[in-house]
């Protein structure tokens, strides 16, 4: 029991390391793209550790397997969810003086 | 009964079973009236859908089925690597110098399943995120660029996932 | 200790979705905005898991499950929106 808690705790303190670096990322950084590296994959890295302390806390089996379960289709469904937004980034203009930039780099190649 | 008919029916077989395990796994209810609705609408689901969840040219029972050992593999080095580029792009947050560059390389594995997990295991590399996955054709927007050569950019990025990805799929 | 934990856990979420709903905010563009709302996303389905096991009912956790399965599901009718606005 106490040997699940400590682990709970020391996924819960790295979670909470790589969010609040993800949301300094979130501020620091100017353009959308370093802005979604950022916030998206440390707060991937965030909410898995975080479920995984709230796995090894769970009180009884049958929640057990439900976040388990919650937890395998988070790695499925948050880079799915962060590549539509990185795609809908470079459809767009948002970031348009580097996308020049990076188009003559391209053709010459 | 000749060969196309034969791997009709296997598909819809093999949709039916997908179907019906994921029922199973969802309601976690093992009583009698449960299974039998779970079975009658997985059958139902999977007759008018199966020619779109697997399409005729995936012809090959490897494009789709895992190897077990070798998908749970790929999973461990999935979480493995999620901790790692956190780490490099907490660094580079630290630091503040990224170099943000698009690249583009094509990819060798050849079924659409693993081309579309390649996409998502991708952005869990460090500082990497996939932007378009056209055929084999991937654009790839990488934060901590070192090279923009596409032979050497495609090595860098996928190679050791496409190792383990080749193993698991085809 | 596991009531401070979670507790804790509560803490820090709240912060989380504090930062982004900021982004989300003051965010100069809609590509910004939308990656705000990516994270924000992620951060309200560890909300809903954490509070399934904090009252300890399960039915939280079922409604964390489809909001995990289908929710980027909104992202693309968003991006799909913005997008066929700005062709017209």
Redesign the interface.
Known sequence: MIIREILALIAFLVGTFFGLFGMIGLFRFRDPYSRLHAGSLCGTTAVFSYLIALLLLAPSAAIGARVFIILVFFLISAPTGSSIVAKFIWESEDATTQRSSMKREDKSL | MNSRRVWAILRFVLTTLFLYFVWVLFTSDLGLFSLLFGLAASLLTASLTYHIFLPEHEANLRFFIPHLWALLRFLFLMVLSLYQSSFHVVKAIITGNTNPRIVHFRTHLRSDLARTVLADAITFTPGTMTLDLNDDHLTVHWLLCTTTHTKAAGEAVKTKLEHALGRTWL | ??DF??Q??LV??M??AV??L??LLLGP????R???L??L???S??LL??W??KV?R?LY??V??VY??F??LG??AI?RF??DR?EN
């Open positions: 200790m596991t934990i979670l804790a856990m820090m979420l912060l989380f930062g982004t900021l982004r563009t809609a590509s910004d939308l990656v705000a990516n994270v996303s992620a951060v389905l560890a898991v954490l399934g096991i300890g399960a956790l079922d964390a499950l995990d399965i929710g980027f992202f693309l991006t913005l997008k700005k």
